[in-house]
């Protein structure tokens, strides 16, 4: 049994907290599922096809304009299906050509349509696709915008009149480090509950550290060059911090609904990352800044901006998120989270950095009680170590533990993507999604481009 496969097992009942409800099966719901997979500009779409699913036809049919980016992600699947260990099968019935949009709404080979490209268009695409009867799996972010927010409202409208699914890919939901934080919150004798936090020490923080120049599958990634224009990609406040703004939302408040008045935008800011002519050169291949990109030009650097940090409140509790792009990880590193929960009898914390060796761990700070560490080792015993199998917790000091996860459920990144399309997949043939996830998800882009608004009037700082 490989790696992954024990992982998704190990996983399956603890990773249900975030998809505990479950639906009535449709009659409509289709026994086998055909992805199209539109305009594959990011990485992410080859990495949905780096494992075959039982329920999904081998057959994918790809639309896309020629260029270099569907070669990348044809030539990714091409490493998949010759890979020795556990190759994919996949068979791609390609159509190449500026009508791509059109010739996939026309002839609808599949029911799905998958993408994961330039944001700037994604919603358009959602709401061509839903217009047409077909269901939407998505890269996030959906939208980078106030005017792509309104679109996704009413793309949300037109899915449910059509009987059609919207679902964008929270791999984040399947990092164990984060599953296991969420799951000790719900503890009340460990974690006690959520406090209200303040605007210096908000309840929950999250902050994620990304890089331009990575490995992907092995091989440095070449990112197309739109990836360096937030006016195509979207700027940092409105992208990678989907993730984030998603965990909260899922950690803190559990299958309940919120609603965009449950959020009050209180600090926003931006600010770029700088990237020389060479480091834009290793990590597009070209030789020069395309003319779209000179407006961020300045004295012959690249100003991306790319960081961003909202503080707000949902639902009476304090929030922060923050995203970060530097060029290069160090040597041995990669991209890093950090993230805390602050609770009434203890503080759990994810830190990533160089005492972790630049692994993901939790920590479990008590905040005094007699009898704390009793009720850690019996949640241990009686629940924790019944989902998570080998999980162990070393006390490093008084008050203070170390959660030791099994390095065979630590399955990475890339991993995470069969994860969750998989539960996508059983929401599919549910024929809908948990009551919470829709206006949460709305919630979500409202709360991102809240934030995205207040830092471009500069009301933040």
């Known amino acids: 049994m490989n790696k992954i496969t024990l992982a998704i097992m190990s996983l399956s009942l603890f990773l249900c907290l975030g998809c505990a409800e479950k639906p009535k099966k449709s009659e409509m719901a289709p026994k086998k599922v055909g992805l199209m997979t539109l305009d594959p500009g990011h990485f992410h779409a080859a990495l949905i096809q780096k494992t075959m ?3 999904v036809d081998s057959t994918v049919h790809v639309f896309a304009p020629d260029g270099p980016e569907v070669q990348g992600f ?3 699947i091409a490493s998949y299906n010759s890979r020795v260990d556990e190759p994919t099968k996949w068979t791609l019935n390609t159509h190449l050509g500026d009508d791509y949009l059109e010739k996939m709404i026309a002839d609808k080979p599949g029911n799905v349509m998958v993408v994961a490209g330039k944001n700037s268009k994604k919603i358009d695409y959602i709401l061509a696709a839903v217009k047409s009867g077909l269901n939407v799996y998505a890269d996030k972010p959906l939208v980078i915008n106030e005017e792509g927010f309104q679109k996704l409202e009413e793309a949300f409208r037109i ?4 009987k059609v699914l919207i679902y964008d890919i929270m791999t984040e939901r399947f990092e164990i480090t984060t599953s296991l934080q969420k799951q000790l919150s719900l503890l009340p004798d460990v974690f006690g509950t959520l406090v209200d936090g303040t605007v210096d020490e ?4 999250k902050e994620s550290v990304h890089h331009f120049f990575k490995y992907v599958s092995g091989q440095p990634l070449v990112r197309p060059p739109w ?18 703004v998603d965990l909260v939302q899922w950690e803190a408040f559990p299958e309940q609904i919120i609603k965009r008045e449950d959020v009050e935008m209180l600090k926003a800011k931006r600010w770029p990352t700088i990237l020389t002519q060479d480091d834009f050169n290793k990590v597009t291949k070209l030789e020069s800044y395309p003319d779209y990109l ?4 300045k004295d012959g650097l690249l100003n991306v901006f ?5 503080i707000y409140k949902i639902k009476g509790k304090h929030a922060k998120v923050s995203v970060i792009w530097n060029y290069q990880a160090p040597e041995g590193t990669g991209d890093t989270h950090y993230s805390i929960m602050r609770g009434t009898k203890s503080n ?9 060796n630049y692994k993901a761990t939790l920590y479990i700070e008590s905040k005094g009680g007699d009898d704390f560490e009793k009720h850690l080792n019996s949640a241990l015993i009686n629940e924790l170590t019944k989902k998570i199998p080998g999980l162990t917790v070393e006390k490093i000091s008084e008050g203070n533990w170390k959660a030791h996860i099994p390095d065979e459920l630590k399955i990475g990144h890339e991993a995470h993507f069969g994860q969750v399309t998989q539960n996508f997949l059983n929401y599919l043939e549910q024929g809908v999604l948990p009551t919470w996830e829709i206006p949460n998800m709305i919630t979500k882009y409202y709360t991102t481009i809240e934030g995205y608004k207040m830092a471009q009037n500069g009301d933040s700082n």
């Not at 899915?159 to 059509?162: F, I, K, L, M, V």
């Not at 990836?227 to 984030?244: A, Q, Y």
């Not at 790319?306 to 909202?310: A, L, P, S, V």
């Open 74 to 76: 044809l030539s990714k």
């Open 53 to 55: 699913y039982a329920d």
């Open 294 to 297: 000179r407006k961020d030009v």
């Open 227 to 244: 990836f360096f224009d937030v006016n195509e990609e979207g700027e940092g406040i409105v992208d990678v911090t989907t993730h984030l």
């Open 348 to 356: 759990l914390i994810i830190k990533q950095g160089e005492d972790e």
């Open 202 to 205: 908000p309840a929950i923080s």
């Open 159 to 162: 899915a449910n009149q059509n």
């Open 306 to 310: 790319c960081n961003g940090e909202m």
